[in-house]
């Protein structure tokens, strides 16, 4: 059961630049990118998806923020409440972060401090950052096998799920290993590898993928709590295959309470943006700017005034951290944005019981 609340937050993070646009505009730009058998250099980021995608919310993005909940035991009821202040805690670090707005005293970092026109809000963007590093944590279902599970392809344009898998796999900061103390859960499977694996073209029998998805949830709610208690609303999925918003069809709690993180993102797909988050497809295997394109590109940028376009330049060099793939990866590249892409959802979020 859920109860919709008045909203608790409505933050606006995401970037205020199309930054897809300006990455495929802009072939200044060589990212050091390493796949997972691939070496540097082999890679460009390729954004098939309509949006751009943003750094955390959609800018007019505004939820209520909703609530889930079923009995459990006390000791149970504990530990979610612990969670559920953890999060309470970081929403008001963030939410006072955006209204004073304190950009004279940035926080402190080593490595990076946000700041710029590309952000909504850097100073809030940091806040919340700095607050996911301290304190999100996410649970891996471990029960299912390779290769579905667990695992994916690191190459062609559905890599960055196969990466995300991997990574979040061998991930010592976030993951934790006791789900009473995870945020958010995870459904490790892969829609890429379920394709490639079980589907067969000449049958095309598409209910692998119900059998498949809406198997495994089937186990993890009657195995677990934690599907039941919230419905799912502290799960997530992720996939770049097309079929991935298809995949999360046969499950309508996956489909319209879980957070989907998509490369398809379609509101055709039905992309919710107020639940689900989108995600860049990365091509590791090709160069997406053809030598076709470089005239038009060349015209593209001389319509773009000089200033302006020393701006954009500017915003794309600042951004672009945040699309590198790393291998393990670091602060602030592709792979803590798209985690923290999740936390900003989860926070929407209360679990109750
Ligand atoms: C904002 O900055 C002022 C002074 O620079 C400081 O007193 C205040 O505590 C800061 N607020 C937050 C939320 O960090
Ligand atoms: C998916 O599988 C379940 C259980 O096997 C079945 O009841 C349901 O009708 C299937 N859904 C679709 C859309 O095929
Ligand atoms: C969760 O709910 C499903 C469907 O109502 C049920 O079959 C399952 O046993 C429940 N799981 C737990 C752990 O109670
Ligand atoms: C997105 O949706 C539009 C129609 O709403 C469709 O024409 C387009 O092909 C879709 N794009 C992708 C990448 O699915």
Redesign the pocket.
């Known amino acids: 059961m859920w109860l919709p609340k008045k909203p608790l937050w409505a933050p606006s993070l995401s970037y205020s630049i199309t930054v897809s646009v300006l990455l495929l505009v802009t072939p200044l730009l060589v990212f050091s990118l390493v796949g997972c058998t691939l070496g540097p250099q082999r890679s460009w980021f390729s954004f098939h998806s309509p949006w751009p995608w943003r750094v955390g919310f959609f800018s007019s993005y505004s939820l209520p923020a909703y609530k889930y909940g079923l009995r459990r035991s006390k000791k149970r009821d504990a530990k979610l409440k612990r969670v559920e202040a953890s999060l309470a805690g970081a929403r008001a670090l963030i939410r006072n972060a955006m209204i004073n707005q304190n950009r004279s005293s940035p926080l402190q970092d080593l490595d990076y401090i946000p700041n710029g026109d590309i952000y909504r809000n850097a100073y809030a963007f940091h806040r919340s950052y700095k607050s996911m590093e301290r304190t999100f944590k996410i649970y891996v279902y471990e029960e299912g096998e390779p290769p579905i599970f667990h695992n994916g392809p690191c190459k062609d344009i559905y890599s960055m799920e196969g990466l995300f898998l991997r990574f979040m796999e061998s991930n010592t900061h976030f993951r934790t290993h006791n789900p009473d103390l995870a945020h958010v859960y995870f459904l490790p499977f892969s829609v890429v590898m379920i394709i490639e694996t079980l589907f067969d073209p000449i049958i095309g029998d598409k ?1 692998v993928l ?2 498949t998805v ?2 495994y949830v089937r186990l993890v709610s009657s195995k677990y709590p934690y599907w039941n208690r919230s419905l799912g609303a502290d799960h997530f999925m992720l996939s770049c295959h097309d079929w991935g918003p298809r995949a999360t ?2 499950v309508p709690q996956l489909y319209f309470t879980s957070i989907r993180v998509l490369c398809n993102a379609n509101t055709s797909e039905h992309l919710n943006p107020k639940k689900d988050a989108s995600f860049p497809e990365i091509n590791l295997k090709t160069v997406e700017v053809s030598v076709s394109d470089i005239p038009n590109l060349k015209k593209i940028l001389l319509g773009i005034p000089e200033d302006r376009y020393l701006r954009l330049r500017e915003g794309v060099k600042q951004v672009q951290r945040h699309f590198l793939v790393n291998d393990p990866p670091k602060r602030y590249d592709v792979f803590h944005m798209i985690i923290h892409s999740i936390w900003l959802r989860r926070l929407n979020v209360l679990v109750y019981s």
């Open positions: 209910a119900n059998r809406g198997g069809r046969y």
